[in-house]
């Protein structure tokens, strides 16, 4: 829940973040300088209302979201971004190498996010009217694809673990697939899934087209319990090294409504 201290005169010792989700939206921050700081609030969208027009209705509700603040993320989570490298990407090209990769749509706002470890930018569409909205009314706003903190950490991580790094993110409805060597990206994407077999087939797929060594490479996954334990036990029937990533927080546990994310937690330790 929001703390009923998080005020606009105390607003810019925290740090903030929205997750924008399909069919819903978080809020959630912490006190860098105050241990068990850590808030949350979960929002869903009204079905009756258009996502904008949703997000209207829960800021008007909570002021304190307007507040300024340390910093203020809006992580979008959606399964429509690629990768590109700096040596390549042209900014007034943005939107061509976007439609390139997805089918055009006149609703969305191409956004480029540096990631500055990996000499690249991660591409993602978002809502023109959501993007105008948030950018109007939050406090210096700085847009970002939810993926991105992950990146950023396991591109980190790698630096220290020997030879290659898979990490599998499970969500409700979709995955998301990072594979990591020695600080470079070798692959990263989204995929939709319909039961614990399609993540199987295409975790293995992608083992097979990174060249996996299933004795001395890692794999990683994290999200649902039950279905991060059926999976599990099916891939360490052909990889030696496999575990399951419990998402947690050290530093600025409290009880929250629902358990952050891990992009939420590689957030807070990467910054961005």
């Known amino acids: 829940m929001i703390p009923d201290k998080l005020t606009a005169e105390h607003s810019e010792n925290y740090k903030v973040s929205i997750r924008l989700m399909p069919d819903g939206l978080s809020f959630w921050g912490y006190n860098p300088s105050e241990k068990d700081s850590f808030f949350m609030e979960t929002f869903p969208f009204d079905d ?30 959606s399964e429509k971004f690629t990768l590109a490298s700096d040596h390549v990407f042209i900014e007034n090209e943005k939107e061509r190498l976007f439609d390139f990769c997805f089918p055009r749509d006149e609703s969305l706002k191409t956004l480029a996010q540096p ?67 020695q600080g470079n990206l070798l692959f990263a994407n989204s995929y939709q899934y319909e039961g614990s077999h399609d993540i199987v087939y ?26 991060c334990r059926t999976v599990l036990s099916v891939f360490g029937k052909y990889v030696a090294k496999v575990d399951y990533l419990q998402q947690q927080i050290v530093d600025y546990k409290v009880e929250a409504l629902h358990a952050p994310t891990l992009d939420m937690i590689a957030l807070m330790e990467c910054g961005l």
């Open 48 to 77: 009756d209302l258009t996502t904008v027009d949703a997000i209207k209705q829960i800021v008007c509700k909570h002021d304190c979201i307007t507040f300024a603040y340390q910093s203020f993320h809006v992580a979008c989570v």
């Open 202 to 227: 295409y975790v293995m797929y992608i083992c097979k087209q990174a060249g996996f060594n299933q004795l001395e490479d890692h794999l990683t996954v994290s999200g649902n319990p039950s279905v």
């Open 115 to 181: 990631v500055k470890s990996l000499n690249a930018r991660i591409l993602f569409g978002i809502d023109k009217e959501v993007f105008a909205f948030l950018l109007r009314s939050l406090a210096s706003p700085q847009f970002i694809h939810a993926l991105s903190p992950l990146l950023v950490a396991w591109h980190k991580k790698s630096l220290t673990v020997y030879p290659k790094m898979m990490h599998v993110a499970i969500h409700s409805h979709t995955m998301d697939v990072l594979c990591v060597e």
